[in-house]
């Protein structure tokens, strides 16, 4: 096995324990039907660009469906995880905002 398609396969574990954690808070990502087949998964995504590549959902508030994923460079992926986590504290803090003024 290359290691791309060992990176790959890597995350396409992640995704699955992505999808059990979010059920075990009560919630669901959907996935596309057919990915519970590595087989297809790797033909839907292909290998990574480069070593520094990171398989990535564009919308965080979608599932795993082939037109949600794209191959990030790492320092943007990084950069596109604080960015995600500020806006979840945001919105937790409007939330709580909004509770006390009612």
């Known amino acids: ?33 057919t990915w519970s087949n590595f087989s297809t998964f790797y033909a839907d995504v292909g290998d990574p660009p480069s070593p ?17 994923m794209a191959w990030l460079m790492r320092s943007a992926t990084e950069a596109y995880s604080r960015e995600a986590f500020q806006a979840r504290i945001l919105e937790k803090v409007r939330a709580a905002n909004a509770r006390t003024v009612e």
């Open 52 to 68: 520094a590549h990171i398989l990535r959902r564009i919308d965080l508030k979608a599932g795993f469906f082939p037109e949600n």
């Open 1 to 33: 096995m290359t290691d791309s398609k060992i990176k790959l396969r890597s995350s396409w574990s992640n995704m699955w324990a992505t999808i059990a954690n979010a059920e075990r808070r009560g919630g669901g990502i959907p996935i596309c039907s």
